[in-house]
């Protein structure tokens, strides 16, 4: 079945350690997208790319860098940087000009500082 | 820049009641608005995509307007059940008059319903 497939489902990161968190989709979409969601918050936009090899920055995108080096996926790698990295992330894509389709989301990634 | 606004932040009805969930965006030069499911821990469902040029989307019980002249776009959701407990999200394209481009969403509404 197609979709988009985050992990780890938990993620357990160190103070000052960089994670990266993995997004694939085998949906042929061209567009994808991270966004940080905070209880009692809506989501945030971090980054996102519409096609390979590029991408832009979000309303939130200080700590954070990603790739796309290729079409089905688009990591996310939250550095040191981060001061405040606790949260639920979540993945999603969509078709080049989505309007008719709208977007397909991944089941999150929530990472917790220890 | 566009701005997203759901009201209530939250909402209990026993099963069986009809209720309105309400969302309003600050542009109304929208291309588009989708509303979307989340149950706690998950990631989002898309429930329904409205058009700007359209007035409505129906799918099942559920039923969403969209006002672009006012901001506002209504999800009526019939007959409610337990299982309709989670909290609904609603998005707006982030740049006016885009089809491809990124979402804003509003904070939710989180929807518990009483057997």
């Known amino acids: 079945d197609g979709g988009i497939t985050q992990s780890p489902k938990y993620l357990f990161r160190k103070e000052g350690q960089n994670v990266t968190l993995s997004c694939e989709q085998n949906?042929?979409?061209?567009?994808m997208y991270w966004y940080r969601q905070d209880p009692g918050q809506g989501l945030r936009l971090i980054y996102y790319?519409?096609?390979?090899?590029?991408?832009q920055k979000g309303d939130i995108a200080e700590g954070y860098s990603v790739s796309r080096e290729k079409k089905e996926s688009f990591p996310l790698t939250v550095t040191s940087a981060q001061k405040n990295p606790t949260a639920f992330y979540l993945c999603?894509?969509?078709?080049?000009?989505?309007?008719?389709?709208?977007?397909?989301f991944g089941s999150g990634t929530r990472l917790t500082v220890v | 820049k566009q701005e997203v606004t759901q009201i209530p932040a939250a909402l209990s009805v026993p099963e069986g009641e009809n209720l309105v969930l309400n969302c309003s965006f600050t542009?109304?030069?929208?291309?588009?608005l989708q509303w979307f499911r989340q149950d706690p821990g998950k990631g989002l469902t898309s429930l329904l995509l409205?058009?700007?040029?359209?007035r409505e989307q129906t799918s099942g019980r559920l039923n969403a307007s969209l006002d672009k002249s006012s901001g506002r776009s209504t999800l009526y959701i019939a007959a409610s059940q337990p299982g309709d407990s989670a909290t609904y999200l609603c998005?707006?394209?982030?740049?006016?008059?885009?089809?491809?481009?990124?979402?804003?969403f509003g904070k939710g509404t989180t929807l518990s319903v009483s057997s």
């Open positions: 999603a894509s969509s078709i080049q000009g989505w309007a008719n389709y709208g977007y397909t």
């Open positions: 949906l042929n979409h061209d567009a």
């Open positions: 790319s519409q096609i390979v090899n590029d991408f």
């Open positions: 542009d109304s030069a929208i291309y588009n």
């Open positions: 409205i058009q700007s040029s359209q």
């Open positions: 998005a707006v394209p982030r740049s006016a008059n885009q089809a491809g481009t990124a979402l804003i």
